[in-house]
């Protein structure tokens, strides 16, 4: 081997020795050669003094490399180990008396000792063994102080060398010794990583720069047949334009993935396509972040160009690691607004991610955060495995390479949805001043305790001039109010449930006598009052229609920002847009009112602004056409929220929540009206509370609307049962609720003291819920 010393000399000089055989070579530093023949000649007389130096101490000991005398090497040699931790951290100084450090490893390994005697590697016209900058002498000389035992060194070394000497051809050997490095080096790899040579501490030490076999690029002569997937299209001004080149050339590593010519997936044959991924993969780890956006589309990219290649890598640390660290992102973004119209993307990387996260913690998470997107972003984007893979077919896909994972991933979420949701419940446990409490989140927290449950939270208040009425109900329109409610979806959202915020206002049903006490006014959209006899209100100017929209707009912008998923307007029982819907309550002659399409005017320019405001597929709507609480029930209800319905459907919101008749408030009622006209209208996702039991909700989605994507909705048993769902899917009888206990202010009983079952509480397996 060359000796490297620190005498500061020319870049490189050579000095014969008296006897002509000996060539000394000294050099500054390995950035300082400048000469690129000179600095071959220096490698190559390195190799081949090792060589002959290994030659001579052959013969000085009568042993011989071979694999039957290899014990005997081992011990002689193991007693002649250099002694390195002295050295300092730069330099690696190796004596030219003592065997050096590849001599000692061929001791340690008796495969090395053959492969380096073999004639290939003696007369290769480059040295296989190259140390060509600081960087690499450093982290050389840090492997070799671990030991000479280095499992992950050695096997390494070992696999360089069998690729020396086979002229870069693929065998057994080759294999085992890959296995073994991976192995070795999947034990050390730290989760934050992305590549291997993370592990030395460097930004890279190789990467598609190094080696003219890593600079790969589609075929120059058809460089325009591979074009940018087309669900990428749309968004290509987010990602940059060197994103952009590296997603098609995925698009072309997929075309060869998938060719009808690579044969069957032997490891062998898909190792023919390994320059092409590391080139992609080098390219992805030096691409700027943008934003989190491209951020989250280059961890997915940089997981579908692994999977690309053979099987050992669906098995190996790599993907977990990627896949982990996309859950973090999207997690970390998942109230962003820019997935916003980006919903199919979305959809792409929770799958992909989730398809090839390790079974345990990672996978779980994922299909949380698919639960937590189902009522607000991507569950009106498909309905069935046919229609998901279309969606996924738009961005990066193999069928060989993916179809397989994704369609597991996707089975094993179907199995564990189901379609039961809490309803809103007014429990008056705010503070005086409106704020939500330590107590509501413990509440909250409870009856998430299945992913994928979908939380209605109660009607929170949007306006300071609003609050003559429910004392200690929680209010949304403070940032004290919005700081204690993210504590609360901070909760559910870690039990892996969405959580959408109920707001409201009262209107004509608020407390008259309180309102006057607090100076605050009573306002409804006619001066008709609640009941025969009772306070009269005032009825409701322009501008004071107009303010309220802007206060549910602010309201809903609040709630986002305390960590909801969406908002829910409540247009039912008989407060404020209720009355303002029906002809029993508004009997104005302007633009609010007067006719079907006037009645609609204030809800219908409501959802628009709010839509506007935080995306439609975070709003929900709720009605009650059949209710007659509050003094509610128009004599024909079906003209008017036919009008609604449809409005309302053009906006694209998140689902439609009705009431049945067969519900008053919070009591049961012996309406037999349905819903089948509203059924008929809406196309999306529908919310249904009408007191169901068990099976009653299975008769409904199972047998009268198995068509429907319906999801039931339940109240007094979601607050007697906090793991409701769990008791469902498991057949348990259910707990009784107490009514007494429904509104005592501030106090934990009937709240959180409702037993969870032991079978709950002792972890017992999960079951079918209603089924799909």
Known sequence: MAQYTSARKSDIRNEPSSSGQFQFVSVRGPDDVKDQNAKRIARSHAVARGLQKKRDLQQKSGLNFRAVSCRANRAELASKRIASHALGPSQLFLSFEAPDAFQTLAAEAPRLQVLLNQLKTQNAAQPVFSILDELVLKSLHSVLRRGLDDHAFLSAFMLTCTFAVTSSSIDKRYLCYQSEALSAIRQRMNR????????????????????????????????????????????????????????????????????????????????????????????????????????????????????????????????????????????ESNNDVIWEGRTDILAWMLYIGGAFAPTGPIRSDYASLLHLNQSTRIRWLYTSWPELLAILKQFIWSEKAFQSQVKGFWEDFERDYHRIGMAPLTRLRATDDRVPTPLMKEYYGQRAAVPGTLIISEGAIISASDCAGFPNAPGIWREDQVTAWRAITDEVHSKGCPIFCQLFRFGRAADAESAAEQGLPFLAPSAIPIENGGPVPRAMSVGEIEDTILDFVQSSQNAIRAGFDGVEINCCNGYLLDQFLQDVSNTRTDAYGGSVENRSRFLNNLIKAVANAIGPQRVGLRLSPWGTFQGMRMTDPIPQFTDVILKTRRSNIAYLHLVESRISGAEDSDGHETLDFAYDLWEGPLLIAGGYKTEEARELVDKRYPDKDIMVIFGRRFLANPDLVFRIQQGLELNAHDRSTFYVMGSPVGYVDYPFSNEYLTGRGVGEVVSR
């Open 192 to 331: 934050s990583d992305l590549n291997a040579s993370v592990l030395t501490g460097s930004d890279r030490i190789v990467d598609h720069t190094t080696f003219s076999e890593l600079q790969w690029r589609r075929d120059p002569f058809s460089s325009n047949f591979f074009v940018l997937p087309p669900g990428f299209q749309p968004h290509s001004h987010l990602l940059g334009g060197e994103f952009v080149e590296i997603l098609k050339d995925i698009s072309a590593l997929q075309c060869i993935r998938d060719s009808y010519f690579l044969g069957t997936e032997d490891v062998i044959s898909m190792a023919h396509i390994d320059n092409h991924q590391a080139s992609i993969q080098s390219r992805l780890v030096s691409l700027p972040h943008l934003s989190t956006f491209a951020e989250c589309c280059h961890l997915a990219a940089y997981l579908c160009s692994a999977m690309l290649r053979c099987r050992i890598w669906r098995t190996s640390t790599v993907p977990s690691h990627l896949s982990f660290q996309l859950l973090c992102k999207l997690q």
